[in-house]
């Protein structure tokens, strides 16, 4: 039960200075206790037990606890001790309440967790200066914790902010590098969204769940727009010639991918513990090598080619294979499909074929969602003049048929 003491109205303070439980198996201390405490102006809280005191500190933690020694069923140690375990109400100061003056007991009630000491009997002046003291400082405490958090708050949004805004400057950089030789519309923003899907499936695997978190899956989905941003750097004669390639422009063509690299590198030697740019490095040098070692710049193979860069393959070129170009159709999502399963192993990771797989017709989802967008806009008149393009020279996943993707 919980006891309220009666006391003249007028002797009241009209302002709540805080909360105060005071824990006693005393009546008389209790009310004692209030007499003194109720007219200063705290909102005095009196239980004779210490596990009801706990279970209403749990529902309505109180600014101070003055806690008896001396109780039936928990002493006043006891309660302290379980008041520390709660994440809630450790933060609590206590203050023992004693006729135990012993330097042991005093030893004791700190090393269970308590802030201060009252000894009996009470003298007013010192209950109200210790109490007054320890609230305040609750009270300070509770406030710095408030503003930490607002600060913290004001921080991140802040800090999102920027990081908002040099993404929206990364990805239009990356889009002036595709207007150039690309007429899909929104294919950064498929493969972006191809690269999560991927990279999701990938992480309940349990060979990449030390590797593949969110934060991962956060930087492989903005650092996919830079895959040829290198493409920036090649001469509009090749990158834009109307007809095959020769052995000699392809040789610079497959220069992107270095020189995409290269200038991320630049980037990340200012900002060195930015994980986001790491993943560009890796996605620009490596989405053209292939699993079976056959690919460029650096003919690496398997997993030695990063996981990102084998993610990334995957996904730029089923959206390439499906897309229209003016010198070719676009390819239904199943012969697609088909084509990606077939150069598993070859051209691509088979565990992230197999994740492919496993999504498939979300791909479809996404790349018809996402495609009719673009066919809007185009219907408004918002797409660009016509160009005749080429067919390239360079092999690829569609060679065998006469169209080359992913270059």
Known sequence: MELTAHYPVGAVSSVTKGTVMVVDDNPANLLLMEEMLLPCGYNVRSFPRGRMALAAANKEPPDLILLDINMPEMTGFEVCEELRLSPQLSGIPVIFLSAMNSAESRLQGFRSGGVDYISKPFQFAEVHARVGAHVRLRQLHRQIETDKSCLEELVRIQVKKISDAQMETIFAIAKLAETRDDETGRHLERVQAFCRLLAAGLSEDPRHHATIGSAWINNIYYASPLHDIGKVAIPDRILLKPGPLTPEEFAVMKTHAALGAQTLRMVHYKYRDNGFIEMGIDIAQSHHEWWDGSGYPD???????????????????????????????????????????????????????????????????????????????????????KRKERPSAATGVLSSIGYTTCL
């Open 299 to 385: 003919g690496l193979a398997g997993e030695a080619i990063p996981l990102c860069a084998r993610i990334l393959a995957v996904a730029d070129c089923y959206d390439a294979i499906r897309s229209k170009r003016h010198y070719k159709s676009g390819i239904s999502h199943e012969e697609t499909c088909a084509l990606i399963f077939r150069d598993s192993g070859k051209h691509f990771d088979p565990a992230v074929v197999a994740v492919f797989s496993e999504l498939s017709n979300i791909f479809q989802d996404v790349w018809n969602r996402m495609s009719s967008v673009t066919k809007a806009a185009e219907t408004e008149g918002l797409n660009r003049p």
